[in-house]
């Protein structure tokens, strides 16, 4: 069914409805939902489903209607972008259920009415939260919150909705992960029965000791259990734990610290791959790097004291493992070889017995590397290889490997067979290609001849890293084995690349226009698979390489289906979208899946279709940028915490149950924030100017409130980083006049000239710059006058939005100086008092700046400036004395202090100043003001900036009061390369 007779169909539809007959238009309906569902229309899906529910409502099946409410209630929920069609159903159903509807169960239709409500008109008539005690809050929230608090957050949501129809997908993933209710066994309970005898004793000593038992043998046969355990816990730890527990041979601690950082690891597998789940999924690898770190903390220090190293050194490398998944699985690849770079060196020196420690540890190292640099991958693949299964290399018979396996497997070593095979398989990917087809031999014998020893899901799983490998290069029977191995694991991601791989294999032997067709259909068939994941490179992939196919085929269907592909792809980057490299299955990916997605932006640019070309281009850029993850409010987070700890202490000590409900997950409510990076189109008087610089051309766009305009650059990457290069070295070089208005001058002819039109009456301009661009200082461009005399100008950043409450009080007049202070930076104290800008302006220093002393240090301050240099990470050297603090650190404090604006003393160039900027946008309600140039005498724009800027409540705010410090500065006839260093950034989407 194509899209002319989906239309027709549904004109058809509508027409039966009104004419009264019912069981007509539900027919028709039901025929439409599945085409609605293969062409990617979510927005009639949504109104479809609306429509048979009223359908429904008029013949009175009850048993329909609660299907259909449950439907309707997970395509709002999991809805990524808010459209006028959904705005429409949301306010109907609102309306459709203001009051108790006869005959359907009122708690099911409050619970799709609170739904609803998030997304409909403000006209539409309130939800009431309280009708619906078991509604439960969306579980992007969950990663706000303070560590260790989400998983037992997570495990009561999944609790709570167990057996529900209609539950959405990252539901089942939990549930998959935590493993349905298992009794105790007998020693868990008995570790139980003996913590709460000693908590009621209050002896913490074998409390925390009894508890920690009862912890472990539970994350074997309860991890639901195991969870919420880590609760009581951490509540024990916080009160402080005798000495003698940090010097028994097995530290309790420590051992609690490893079973958290492996339960965390499940939870957030199983997250990574759902949609909508990807902020709880980097929430959880958050918990599982603290959980690492802290334990290699102890551990230092307990050999420090005199404890012995040797019988540390195995389960360090564990930890080291499971830290360096946690930063790769975030995107932090320099982060994750760092982890792993202690323990590969003892690996490459066979410093640990077991070979098969050794084998692991290369291997991680190799996937690791596998995402930067191909030939390092290569030959640390070759290594676990040699590692593995000493003397592959030499037998070369078959008979000679087929005794190898099995002496290998015989001594237990089997396991140490499946990760030859998954390095050879690494190998066919990164190395040699002429020698990827006798890897891949190599391997498949050695999976046959070991794979009645390994268990069945390791086998499965190696099974499908070989194939999938394999697929890649193009073979067709190997697709079909990797897509049978990935739907007996239940994995999405791998599911959809192997049918990716089915369908290009296909299309690339298809001989007739109908063998095409079939083969773009099993194509689209990926992209439904797609769909269900965590947004990401292998959705992003996926829907990419099938609007390819789209294009390339020809037909006359072919560009709409492209569209929709192309537009799915934008979604996948949009919102907590996870990082490239960030998935175990990216590498995966074919290499004709263009992630820049430049191929079809430049097809999309040459048809004029600029409003999604402009969307493609915004979703590259974000997805270039470092994402943190929003966290709540200190109070909120404390309130989670005081809440489960006396859950915990009611089931375990006072042996009191104690029922779930919706007071418990309130707090989440009022502490969730904004979500996702909305396309917001301009105010009146207001433009947004976007950028996308590619290797060969440049593409730009104006919007205003009436459309978008577009303009192509022959000019690539290359040739504008010259042009940036010029202007910046003339800045740097100081009192140049003339040299600055030539560079100037030619990058305003060159970026601004050719939307002078289409600006004219403008007051504002948001630029979002890319490339060598975002080192652009906009307000210098010109040639008689400057652009910064007649617009106001403001850098947009991809970072997600605030975390703070829309509802909390705005912080008073006040600033903070924070860190080594300079004469220069001291000056801001003279804002206040007599002058009745600021009510103080007071500086933090020395022990105040402790990363776990920021949020009291840096509370109840409108502008904060930060002093300090930037460092790796990024980080902030705040004090010569102290380590740097992470900037996602920074902005937590931020953001629990109602800081409208952060001040970066600069400067902040290239990908580190970006990444910086980003964070902290994270935690200001503004915006961050920051310098392009080294800091030096200023004059007195920064100081003019603060005075206007003293009473600013939001973004606008800030740049009204930039815009009049830099005119101020041109009229006092100020050198430009003072006051146009200056750059207010605010979150793109603000």
Same mark, same amino acid.
């Given at each position: ?70 439907? @309707? ?11 006028? /069609? ?34 409909? $008109?403000?006209? #539409? ?17 969950? #990663? ?10 997570? /495990? ?30 007998? !020693? ?8 709460? !005898? ?87 690898? =958050? ?35 499971? =830290? ?6 975030? %995107?932090? &690849? ?14 490459? =020196? ?77 190998? #066919? ?8 087809? !006798? ?7 050695? &999976? ?23 697929? +890649? ?66 959705? +992003? ?30 979604? *996948? ?23 820049? @997605? ?34 709540? /409010? ?10 489960? =700890? ?79 290069? !010029?202007? $910046?070295?003339c800045l740097r070089a100081g009192d140049q006049p003339q040299r600055l208005r030539r560079a100037t001058g030619a990058l305003y002819d060159l970026l601004w000239a050719p939307f002078v039109d289409a600006l004219a009456g403008v007051g504002r301009v948001v630029i979002a710059p890319d490339g060598p661009l975002c080192g652009v200082p906009f307000a210098l461009l010109g040639r008689d ?71 009291? *240090? ?64 994270? %935690? ?22 603060? #005075? ?21 500065a041109i009229e006092a006839g100020l050198a430009p390369a003072q006051w146009g260093a200056y750059e207010l950034f605010i979150a793109e989407g603000e």
């Amino acid at each position: 069914m194509n899209l002319a007779t989906i239309e027709a169909n549904k004109a058809l539809a509508l027409d039966a409805f009104a004419r009264g007959d019912l069981e007509g238009a539900d027919a028709l309906y039901a025929e439409l939902e599945p085409e609605y569902t293969r062409h990617g229309l979510s927005d009639g899906l949504v109104a479809l489903r609306f429509n048979r529910l009223l359908v429904a409502l008029e013949v009175g099946d009850r048993r329909k209607v609660s299907r259909l409410m449950s439907e @309707l209630g997970a395509e709002l929920h999991e809805a990524q972008q808010v459209t006028p /069609t959904l705005i429409e159903v949301a306010t109907r159903v609102c309306r459709l259920f203001a009051d108790p509807f006869p005959g359907i169960d009122h708690a099911a239709s409050a619970g799709l009415v609170a739904l609803a409500a998030d997304l409909a $008109r403000p006209s #539409a008539p309130p939800a009431s939260r309280e009708a619906a005690p078991d509604e439960l809050p969306d579980l992007d929230a969950v #990663a706000r919150l303070e560590p260790l608090d989400a998983a037992l957050v997570i /495990t009561g949501i999944a609790d709570a909705l167990r057996g529900r129809a209609g539950r959405p997908s990252w539901v089942a993933a939990v549930q998959r992960a935590l493993g349905d209710p298992a009794p105790h066994d007998a !020693e868990g309970q008995a570790a139980l029965e003996a913590f709460a !005898e000693a908590a009621r004793a209050q002896d913490d000593f074998h409390a925390y000791q009894a508890l920690v038992i009862a912890y472990e043998r539970a994350a074997v046969t309860a991890p639901a259990l195991a969870v919420e355990l880590s609760i009581g816990l951490r509540a024990l730890e916080q009160r402080g734990l005798p000495d003698r527990l940090r010097y028994t041979a097995a530290p309790p601690e420590e051992r609690r610290l490893m079973v958290t950082a492996q339960l965390h690891g499940q939870l957030a597998w199983a997250l990574a791959s759902e949609a909508g789940a990807e902020r709880a999924a980097a929430g959880q690898w =958050r918990l599982v790097r603290e959980a690492a770190d802290r334990w290699l903390s102890l551990a230092r220090a307990r050999r420090t004291r005199g404890g012995g190293r040797g019988r540390d050194i195995a389960r360090e490398a564990q930890v080291s493992l499971w =830290r360096a998944r946690a930063a790769r699985a975030v %995107g932090d &690849l320099a982060g994750a070889a760092a982890a792993l770079d202690g323990s590969l060196r003892r690996a490459q =020196r066979h410093a640990f017995d077991d070979p098969f420690v050794t084998a692991r540890v290369l291997l991680e190292a190799a996937v690791v590397a596998e995402r930067r640099d191909a030939a390092r991958a290569d030959a640390l693949f070759g290594e676990t290889v040699d590692v593995a299964l000493p003397g592959l290399d030499a037998a070369l018979r078959l008979g000679q490997r087929a005794s190898l396996v099995d002496e290998a497997c015989r001594e237990g070593g089997a396991p140490r067979v499946a990760t030859a095979v998954e390095a050879l398989a690494g190998r #066919a990917r990164c190395g040699d290609d002429a020698a990827a087809a !006798e890897h891949l031999a190599v391997a498949r014998l050695l &999976l046959a001849l070991a794979e009645p020893h390994i268990a069945p899901a390791a086998a499965a799983r190696t099974t499908l890293v070989l194939e999938l490998t394999a697929a +890649r290069r193009g073979e067709r029977d190997a697709a079909l084995r990797a897509l049978e191995a990935a739907r007996a694991l239940e994995d999405g991601a791998a599911v959809a690349l192997a049918t990716l791989y089915l369908g290009l294999a296909d299309h690339d032997a298809a001989a007739s226009p109908g063998e095409r067709a079939a083969a773009l259909e099993r194509l689209c068939e990926a992209a439904v698979e797609a769909r269900a994941l965590g947004a990401g490179a292998v959705r +992003r992939g996926v829907e990419t390489t099938v609007a390819l196919a789209h294009l390339e085929s020809g037909g006359a269907a072919d560009p709409e289906r492209a569209e929709i592909h192309l537009r799915r792809a934008a979604e *996948a980057a949009e919102g907590p979208a996870l990082a490239d490299g960030a998935g175990a299955w990216d590498v995966m990916l074919p290499p004709r899946a263009r992630w820049d @997605l430049e191929r079809a932006i430049e097809r999309l640019c040459e048809g004029g279709n600029a409003a999604l070309a402009r969307r493609l281009c915004a979703a590259e850029r974000r997805r270039a940028q470092r994402r943190p993850v929003a966290t709540a /409010t200190a109070r909120y987070a404390a309130e989670m915490a005081a809440a489960h =700890r006396h859950r915990f202490d009611a089931r375990f000590v006072q042996r009191v149950e104690v029922e779930d409900c919706f007071d418990l997950w309130a707090p989440l409510h009022r502490a969730q924030g904004a979500d996702g990076w909305p396309l917001r189109a301009p105010r009146p008087g207001e433009a947004r100017l976007e950028f996308r610089v590619f290797e060969t051309w440049t593409v730009g766009f104006v919007v205003l409130p009436d459309g978008v305009r577009m303009h192509r650059w022959t000019l690539g990457r290359t040739g504008l980083g010259r042009h940036v290069a !010029e202007l $910046r070295a003339c800045l740097r070089a100081g009192d140049q006049p003339q040299r600055l208005r030539r560079a100037t001058g030619a990058l305003y002819d060159l970026l601004w000239a050719p939307f002078v039109d289409a600006l004219a009456g403008v007051g504002r301009v948001v630029i979002a710059p890319d490339g060598p661009l975002c080192g652009v200082p906009f307000a210098l461009l010109g040639r008689d006058t400057f652009v910064a005399e007649t617009v106001d100008l403001v850098v947009a950043r991809p970072a997600p939005p605030p975390a703070f409450l829309a509802d909390d009080p705005v912080a008073p007049p006040t600033a903070l100086l924070v860190g080594e202070a300079t004469v220069r930076d001291l000056e801001i104290s003279t804002l206040c008092g007599e002058h009745g800008w600021f009510e103080s302006v007071s500086t933090r220093m020395g022990d105040e700046l402790e990363e776990d002393g920021l949020v009291p *240090a840096l509370a109840h301050a409108r502008i904060v400036q930060l002093v300090g240099e930037l460092a790796p990470g990024p980080a902030l050297t705040l004090c010569e004395e102290r380590p740097p603090v992470p900037v996602e650190r920074v902005a937590e404090a931020l953001a629990a202090g109602g800081a409208v604006c952060a001040v970066l003393s600069g400067p902040v160039e290239g990908s580190r100043g970006r990444a910086a900027v980003g964070g902290l946008l994270a %935690g200001v309600r503004g915006g961050v003001l920051a310098r392009h140039a080294a800091p030096d005498d200023d004059g007195g724009v920064l100081l003019r900036f603060l #005075a206007s800027a003293a009473s600013a409540e939001g973004s606008w705010a800030l740049v009204e009061a930039l815009g009049e410090a830099r005119r101020a500065a041109i009229e006092a006839g100020l050198a430009p390369a003072q006051w146009g260093a200056y750059e207010l950034f605010i979150a793109e989407g603000e």
